[in-house]
């Protein structure tokens, strides 16, 4: 029996209410009571699995975040080019924050800035995908896809920064049904970013850039092809 498919523990519903009722509330005006009353148990047994409010709070991103990151780890070593495993990554992470708002809400707008968070396990299983992606970034800088002088760092933070910041204005607008989607907006992203850190391999020719006005004054100097072909018959 697959994971979607197999019935939720007490402990996952227990999670399921908490997401909904910390997403739609935030975690101070949440209570245990109403989590409990929603995920059709008692209170003493939300606290039998989690101790504290906080606790559960951080068992959320937790389990999803590892969650995600055994799905995309099977499917990420088999795309060929770092190109392609970067846009793998990055659509993980957009597809995760956009069909669970409840999720992208709870994490980006509430908990990266609690800095008791980022000391919890549950920080470091939201890492594990931020370090995926920077492990690509060296790799192509190593094997030449990327400029030697790139900044790894720089890039994931880019990276990183741009989709967090896509979701976060999407969620203060009250996550409006629009074309196109984050999703849709990915491609046309990387694309900008690539270009930008992509090696470029030299031109042995010499290429001109003119205006159209200097083309034509370039015209009349330079020999016509036929003037020139009739001078070598000469």
Known sequence: ????????????????????????????????????KKAGVSEATVYEYFGTKEDLLFAIPEKIS??????????????????G???????FYVQLYQSNPDYSALVLLQLMS???????????????????????IREGIADGTFKKDANPYLIRSMLMGTVEHLFIHW???????????????????????????????EDSGTTLYLKLEDAKVLEKILPKKDAAAKDKTK
């Open 1 to 36: 029996m697959t994971e979607k498919h197999r019935p939720k523990t007490r402990k996952d519903r227990i999670m399921d209410a908490a997401l909904l009722i910390f997403a739609e509330k935030g975690f101070q005006n949440a209570t245990i009571t109403e989590i409990s």
């Open 66 to 83: 590892n969650d995600t990151f055994e799905e995309s780890s099977k499917v990420i070593p088999y795309i060929k080019g770092v190109e």
């Open 114 to 136: 609690n800095k008791r968070f980022r000391q919890t396990p549950a920080h470091e299983a939201i890492r594990k995908s931020s370090h995926g992606l920077l492990d690509c």
């Open 171 to 201: 969620h203060m607008q009250g996550m409006p049904k629009r074309k196109p989607s984050i999703v849709d907006l990915l491609d046309s992203f990387l694309e900008i970013v690539f270009d930008g850190i992509r090696t470029r391999k």
């Open 85 to 91: 495993k970067i846009r793998a990554i990055l659509l």
